[in-house]
């Protein structure tokens, strides 16, 4: 990618029409998950039926994303750079089903183009979730999920629901088991979170979207193959599911060595009477991880010339991890969400991103005070940290798949996030965003970093 000076004054133009180039007549919107919402009108480009036997959906995602040259004492080979840059990623799926009884067949395929700024590299709470790791792989169209889905009703009573491309039922059993078999993503299903968990809509942080200690089982795109079952009650839910980790860290082709490579997930939900929802999470990943103390001792040793993780490899190394999730819905319109995290951070980080512990606050509001109830303002703050091991392995010049100045001063990445979404027209709308970055990539000799963003996104 060629890295080109931008001008701050056109990054800015640019979120301002997000604000302004808006129809002067606002346009109703409800809850995301509400069914009228799935129906209206004004949600989608095309409406879409509710009572047919097949769904067919998409979406369009451009980002456009830059920030300016910032303080920097060095740079490394996985570092933000310190220069100027712009970059614009683009995603687009496409979302297909079909239904009989309680059977649900869904398949989708999709594109992820465009880059990140610094390849995706230099800071743990990355700047775009829609950026793939990889830029080499390229836009090539993709297999995103492919999976069987069926509910079991465990009683007569039902219940409304939105139809949507994970699901294609209008109604539940207000008590089942959901079944799932094949290939998804874990977070499509896990660690969710109203305010919190659509870039797309709302926020564009890797760790504000996703609890950053979530070392959750995909390849470098974000999907697996695996199973998944839950159990949903009126008031608390229950879902677990085993899926395949990737051959190497950040790594496409995952491993079907299930003997020395798999992932445990188990989260529970509860939704007591009233506003408040809190998911408590745990996760193990068995695979052929490196082993951050052993890549010290050897280059301690003289063994290797520089710490590298990749040399001290073993099958069956095991990760874990636990996290917390609350979301609570004022009454006078805002919502506000947390998220914490922690993984035991011996071995290396191997499919989300390099953090070991984070915690996070943030919400959101509609536009109805302001006469605009389809746009949506929010704000974040997280903070992610390491291990000491895996602190020690950076400032002795070791590289993770993410980072690595040559040498670190850590501080804890602290991020906030705010953004605004005005709902143009239909399933149209835009965003501006803003991310101010301290400590990125955890060296308090770089930064802090203001990163903007302009979001164009289509559900049709």
Do not use: C
Not at 253 to 269: A, F, I, K, P, T
Not at 377 to 394: E, F, I, K, P
Not at 423 to 452: I, T
Not at 453 to 459: F, G
Request: proline fraction near 5%; charge should be negative.
């Amino acid at each position: 990618m060629t890295v080109r000076t931008v001008q701050w004054p056109w990054l800015w133009a640019a979120g301002l029409a997000a604000l302004l180039v808006v129809p002067t007549a606002a346009h109703a919107q409800g809850d995301p998950g509400s069914p009228e919402t799935a129906q209206a009108s004004d949600a989608t480009l095309f409406p879409h039926p509710t009572t047919t036997g097949w769904w067919l959906s998409g979406q369009l995602n451009l980002i456009l994303q830059a920030h300016g040259q910032f303080a920097s004492l060095y740079e490394g080979a996985h570092s933000l750079r310190a220069g100027a840059e712009h970059a614009l990623s683009r995603t687009w799926t496409i979302y297909t089903g079909v239904t009989r009884g309680r059977t649900d067949v869904l398949l989708d395929v999709e594109s992820a183009g465009g880059h990140g700024i610094s390849d995706a590299l230099g800071i743990a709470g990355f700047t775009n979730l829609d950026v793939v790791r990889n830029p080499d792989l390229g836009a090539t169209p993709y297999l995103a999920r492919l999976m069987v889905h069926h509910t079991f009703a465990l009683s007569p009573t039902m219940e409304p629901t939105t139809r949507g491309p994970l699901s294609l039922a209008n109604d539940q059993p207000v008590r089942r088991i959901e079944v799932r078999v094949g290939k998804f993503s874990l977070v499509d299903f896990f660690d969710t979170n109203g305010p919190g968990s659509d870039s797309h809509l709302q926020f564009l942080n890797w760790t504000a979207d996703n609890n950053g200690a979530f070392d959750y089982a995909a390849d470098t795109r974000g999907y697996t193959y695996g199973l998944f079952a839950e159990y949903d009650s009126p008031r608390w839910s229950l879902r677990g599911a085993e899926g395949l980790m990737p051959r190497v860290a950040n790594g496409i082709q995952l491993d079907w060595d299930v003997r020395h490579s798999h992932s445990e997930n188990l989260e529970l939900e509860l939704r007591p009477a009233g506003r408040l929802v809190t998911r408590l999470l745990g996760f193990v990943n068995h695979a052929n991880m490196g082993s951050y103390a052993a890549a010290i001792r050897a280059f301690e040793a003289g063994t290797d010339p520089t710490p590298t993780i990749e040399a001290h490899r073993q099958r069956g190394r095991r990760e874990w991890g636990l996290g917390a999730n609350v979301e609570y819905a004022l009454s006078s319109g805002p919502r506000l969400f947390g998220r914490a995290g922690w993984d035991d951070g011996h071995n290396e980080s191997f499919a989300y991103t390099e953090v070991n512990d984070t915690v996070e606050i943030g919400g959101d509001l509609a536009g109805d005070p302001w006469h605009r109830s389809s746009d949506r303002v929010g704000v974040a703050l997280a903070s992610n940290g390491l291990s000491a091991l895996h602190q020690d392995y950076l400032r002795l010049g070791g590289l993770g798949f993410l980072l690595g100045d040559g040498t670190l001063r850590y501080g804890r990445e602290t991020i906030i996030e705010g953004y605004y979404t005005a709902h143009l027209w239909r399933g149209v709308s835009l965003s501006a965003d803003a991310q101010q970055v301290w400590n990125p990539g955890y060296n308090r000799d770089r930064g802090p970093v203001l990163v903007g963003s302009a979001r164009l996104h289509v559900e049709f």
